[in-house]
């Protein structure tokens, strides 16, 4: 009995060892949150109801969380001034409708601001925002519009010209209908390869972004930031963000192992807990 419990104790102190060196790693790193939808509407784990959301922006403001932006982030690491205490970025990946309509007043509401990644191509476009909307809130000063690809395709496919077409042409068509230089680039369903970094590195893109629940550090790479998702439509949705929020450096590694089991033991992967 003694010596079952001596195994206990030294792997629950290995455990938490373990745990704090994770997160002792992870010291500085920054969280960049990435949203999608925003409505009472639809029902799927990508979107957020209006109030799940106004609930996470007030935790944020209620904590100390300070908004940054991409560029303050890079500005900071490459010039070695610290950022503000307890920062974070948001971000909105496609440049659905609802950004005007749901999470344009919360962000004004707590004076936040965020980055929105368009498909150029889409915009216009049934559910979509229009170009003059997209002019509207870049002028208003809460969000920033940056490319999500030109008609979202999925760039570990693409080669030569096609890849530079996809990647450089929504660059264009931000720059010539917003009159600003287009500067960041989420890939499309966080899908990218060497060949997709060097090319939004040719064309000017100052940083690339996935997703993969972890925060972005100091010494990543800054074409494969990652991004923690948010998803909504479940139970407890405030808890199971302030969980992605706060553990990020526990539920990375392990969401890395649960993809990577999950084709040859999909029942082990399916219990492994990811909020």
Not at 60 to 72: K, R
Not at 128 to 147: C, I, K, N
Not at 221 to 250: C, E, W
């Amino acid at each position: 009995m003694k010596k079952i419990l001596f195994v206990i104790v030294v792997l629950l102190l290995a455990a938490g060892g373990f745990i704090f060196w994770l997160f002792q790693r992870a010291a500085g790193g920054v969280p960049i949150l990435v949203y999608h939808r925003v409505n009472d509407t639809d029902k799927n784990p990508t979107t957020l109801t209006v109030a799940d959301f106004e609930a996470q922006m007030k935790f944020l403001a209620d904590n100390g969380y300070h908004v940054i932006s991409p560029d303050d982030l890079l500005d900071a690491w490459e010039s070695g001034k610290n950022l503000p205490s307890n920062p974070i970025i948001l971000t909105f990946d496609d440049g659905h409708e609802d950004i005007y309509k749901n999470v344009f007043p919360i962000l004004q509401k707590y004076n936040m601001r965020a980055t929105i990644f368009i498909v150029t191509d889409h915009i216009g476009m049934k559910d979509y925002l229009s170009w003059d909307f997209v002019r509207a809130l870049q002028a208003g000063g809460f969000m920033d519009f940056e490319s999500h690809s030109m008609s979202y395709k999925d760039l570990t496919t693409l080669k030569g010209d096609k890849l530079w077409n996809e990647i450089y042409g929504s660059k264009q068509a931000i720059e010539w209908a917003l009159k600003k230089p287009a500067k960041f680039i989420a890939y499309p369903d966080g899908k990218y390869s060497l060949d997709a970094e060097d090319t939004s590195k040719e064309v000017g893109f100052r940083a690339g972004f996935i997703e993969d629940y972890g925060l972005a550090e100091n010494d990543d790479d800054n074409y494969i930031l990652t991004r923690i998702p948010v998803m909504g439509s479940n139970a407890h949705t405030l808890l199971r963000f302030q969980l992605r929020l706060k553990g990020s450096p526990i539920f990375a590694p392990l969401h890395r192992f649960k993809n990577d089991i999950a084709e040859g033991n999909p029942e082990i992967a399916d219990l492994i807990f990811i909020p």
